[in-house]
């Protein structure tokens, strides 16, 4: 699923209610999230849910600028699983330069989500941006 497929399956929803059940429906095709990933280290901090992101470094060349990043993750809560499916569509098949420079709250925004997500929720997405930036900042200065 890429974030074109969303912003299309967006535009033939008109209601919110189905809007939030499909965000759900995205996040319940996320594959499971191994136990031992399941760490402090990769636990999120500042979302009102349980929220874990595994990053990974996949070098791709000598420039870190076009090696990529593979992410997991879950939420104990529903709606914040399907909004990690969104971010994971953003940010899938961006080189670690191209994340870093990625707008995601602003594509939220776009979508409506950002408007229809109560000031927890808006908080937790952007501890969530703001942690995957940080892991691939991370990554291009190694």
């Known amino acids: 699923m890429t974030i074109d497929d969303i912003r299309a399956d967006f ?10 059940r499909y965000v759900i429906e995205l996040g319940r095709a996320l594959p499971p999230l191994p136990d031992g990933l399941r760490t402090p280290a990769n636990k999120v901090s500042g979302c009102a849910s349980q929220v874990w992101l595994a990053t990974e470094h996949l ?13 997991q993750g879950t939420s ?14 953003i940010y899938d098949g961006k080189t670690l330069d191209e994340i870093v420079r990625t ?26 941006v703001k942690r995957i930036r ?8 190694a």
């Open 103 to 128: 707008d995601a709250e602003g594509i939220f925004s776009e979508l409506g989500l950002k408007e229809h997500l109560t000031q927890q929720r808006s908080n937790g997405l952007a501890s969530m």
């Open 59 to 71: 070098k791709n060349s000598g420039d870190p600028k076009s090696d990529r990043m593979r992410m």
């Open 11 to 20: 535009a033939l929803l008109d209601d919110w209610e189905d809007r939030y």
């Open 76 to 89: 104990d809560a529903h709606i914040v699983q399907g909004l990690i499916a969104v971010l994971f569509a």
């Open 134 to 141: 940080a892991d691939a900042e991370l990554m291009l200065a």
